[in-house]
């Protein structure tokens, strides 16, 4: 399990990193829009949207990592995983009993 979460956290590194490219890749595109043709302009926009598609494929992948992680969590702790679930139905109940 150590290992799944070190695999989410590395992910979220990649994606932090992938996305401060884009981000200076982006600021840059703005700095020569006025400059540069409209096709070199077109060319840098598809690069980032093939980025973001990897990046929202990459995130999908981190989020079913992150469901098996929890459901192996609950199946290998059953009765914590029902003490937890009935505090957090106590705590919402008096939420919305005092609301």
């Not at 070190?6 to 992938?18: L, S, Y």
């Not at 703005?30 to 926009?45: F, N």
Request: a neutral charge; zero cysteines; proline letters at 1%.
């Amino acid at each position: 399990m150590k290992r799944d979460k070190r695999a989410m956290r590395q992910g979220a590194g990649f994606i932090q990193d992938e996305l401060a490219r884009i981000e200076a890749e982006i600021a840059s595109l703005g700095q020569s829009l006025g400059s540069t043709a409209s096709s070199e302009a077109r060319a840098a926009l598809s690069s980032i949207r093939e980025r973001l598609d990897r990046i929202a494929g990459s995130a999908g992948g981190m989020t079913r990592a992150g469901v098996d992680a929890v459901e192996e969590t609950i199946e290998d702790n059953p009765f914590t995983s029902l003490a937890i679930a009935f505090g957090i139905g106590v705590a919402v109940a008096l939420l919305i009993r005092r609301w």
